[in-house]
């Protein structure tokens, strides 16, 4: 079947994406196309358009694109499996939803009372770095409201010092999630410093910040504090989930009764 039997309309749709001329493109442009799909979903969706579309969107030549542009520290090599790169891709997707549970299912364990101790959350992050997660995965599993802010944090800071990606990036990827106001409250507690042959009190931190204000580094000093955990002179790092409830309270001691 060729580009011709496409409905015009669909043809004319695919031809002004790929800023080509015609209304028939090629079956290069096509799979270049495809390959700038950025959901797989669409891709999936376009696949059930017609017997040509399902052939097309099964192609190596797709899937391979996907696969590298999802986990580009994966060594994919440089021949076709056997088995196909469409089915390569679920595989690799079905191991990376499994061991972002097994992720879920330990911090939700260590976080029972809502808050988390430094020690569990540098685990966790460490776990991640170990899985070689891409940040589409990150946005996938931890980016969402059907898990805790506590995993959100966890992704943005392995995203962010781990997979190195642009805070505007985060950022962007955080408010497409409705994320950004989620909060957090870093408390940490440092050993007293000596003065004049005398040791003073211990100090005791605490900060409350938006995953927003963390992904553009807005509270330098509590992202420093999460990365360094509880070493030298910062005794214990607690960092807890703020509900909306909470941040009321804190609103209405600061500014007053609410009338």
Avoid at 159 to 185: M, N, P, T, W, Y
Avoid at 203 to 230: F, I, N
Wanted: hydrophobic letters at 40%.
């Amino acid at each position: 079947m060729d580009a011709n039997a496409l409905p015009d309309d669909l043809s004319v749709k695919i031809a002004s994406l790929l800023d080509v001329p015609s209304a028939n493109p090629t079956l290069s442009s096509f799979k270049s196309f495809l390959c700038l799909l950025s959901c797989v979903t669409d891709l999936c969706s376009l696949g059930r358009c017609s017997r040509y579309w399902r052939g097309l969107c099964a192609s190596d030549h797709v899937w391979v694109s996907l696969f590298k542009r999802r986990w580009p520290s994966i060594n994919s090599g440089g021949q076709t499996p056997a088995e196909g790169w469409r089915s390569i891709y679920i595989r690799q997707h079905r191991e990376m939803a499994f061991k972002a549970n097994a992720l879920i299912e330990f911090v939700n364990l260590c976080s029972q009372n809502g808050s988390l101790e430094v020690g569990d959350y540098l685990k966790a992050v460490e776990y991640l770095c170990s899985l070689e997660m891409g940040f589409k995965d990150v946005a996938m599993f931890l980016f969402s409201t059907k898990v805790g802010v506590l995993l959100n944090l966890i992704g943005l800071h392995y995203s962010k010092f781990g997979l190195e990606v642009a805070d505007e990036v985060i950022l962007e990827a955080l408010s497409s999630h409705h994320l950004s106001e989620r909060q957090v409250c870093v408390s940490w507690f440092k050993l007293g410093r000596w003065f004049f042959g005398f040791r003073l009190s211990d100090e005791s931190r605490s900060r409350t910040v938006s995953l927003a204000e963390l992904a553009v580094d807005k509270e330098a000093e509590v992202l420093k504090v999460l990365k360094r955990g509880a070493i030298h002179e910062v005794l214990r790092v607690h960092i807890s989930s703020v509900t909306a409830s909470s941040s009321q309270n804190v609103f209405e001691l600061k500014n007053g009764p609410q009338i």
